[in-house]
Each structure stands twice: as structure tokens, then as C-alpha cells.
């Protein structure tokens, strides 16, 4: 069973960092495009980056510059470093994995709540 768990969320004053973790139990992890996504109360889930098996990565406007997606096959383990927060970045933050070219084919995980104080 593919399971996908998130930590690392809380609060944070605005400029300040976080950084969320996504532990996987996916096999084999190398190969898969693992991404994070972002959903505010009352609006909808978001893409906010993903890093694809063979090393690239896609960031969302909004977050490119301040926000880094890493991962570590070894470990099986995705990251997003979050820096310059802004209070617009206030999101439960879901840690998914695509599949068949689909992220809504692929696992989800039950996501971490990212609260940025102005």
C-alpha cells in the first residue's frame, strides 16, 4: 500500500522559512515524479512544484525564487523548502505522487497545515 506522509508545517511570521518533509513508502521511489500541491480554505488544490524521476523540476509562478522542491532516493523522501514566506503561502500543503502521467491516478498524503502570520 503506497503511503505518503507529511510533517514539518505550522506557523511562521511572514519572511520567515519552513521546511515540509513527505516520507513515502512508493516503490521503486526513484522512478516516480513526486510533487507538492497547496490548498487555501475555500479555493482550490494548487500545483506548487514537482521533481521528476530524471532531476527536473517545475515550480508555480508564485513560488519560484522563494520555494525549493528536493527529494532523496535513498531515504525516500521529498522536500520543499519554503523560504519568504508571505501570508499567501497559508495552505494545507499535500505531498502526491503522479502516476501514468496522472497525479490524480497517483497517491496523495493526508496533507500539513502551513499558517504564514502577516
Known amino acids: 500500500q503506497v503511503q505518503l506522509v507529511e510533517s514539518g508545517g505550522g506557523l511562521v511570521q511572514a519572511g520567515g522559512s519552513l521546511r515540509l518533509s513527505c516520507e513515502a513508502s512508493i516503490r521503486p521511489f526513484s522512478t516516480m515524479t513526486m510533487g507538492w500541491f497547496r490548498q487555501a480554505a475555500g479555493k482550490e488544490r494548487e500545483f506548487v512544484a514537482d521533481?521528476?524521476?530524471?532531476?527536473?523540476?517545475n515550480y508555480a509562478d508564485s513560488v519560484k525564487g522563494r520555494f525549493t522542491i528536493s527529494r532523496d532516493n535513498t531515504k525516500k523522501m521529498v522536500y520543499l523548502q519554503m523560504n519568504s514566506l508571505k501570508p499567501e503561502d497559508t495552505a494545507v500543503y499535500y505531498c502526491?505522487?503522479?502516476?501514468?502521467?496522472?497525479?490524480?491516478?497517483?497517491?496523495w498524503g493526508q496533507g500539513t497545515q502551513v499558517t504564514v502570520a502577516s
Open positions: 521533481f521528476s524521476w530524471n532531476g527536473s523540476t
Open positions: 502526491a505522487s503522479k502516476y501514468g502521467g496522472s497525479w490524480s491516478s497517483g497517491s
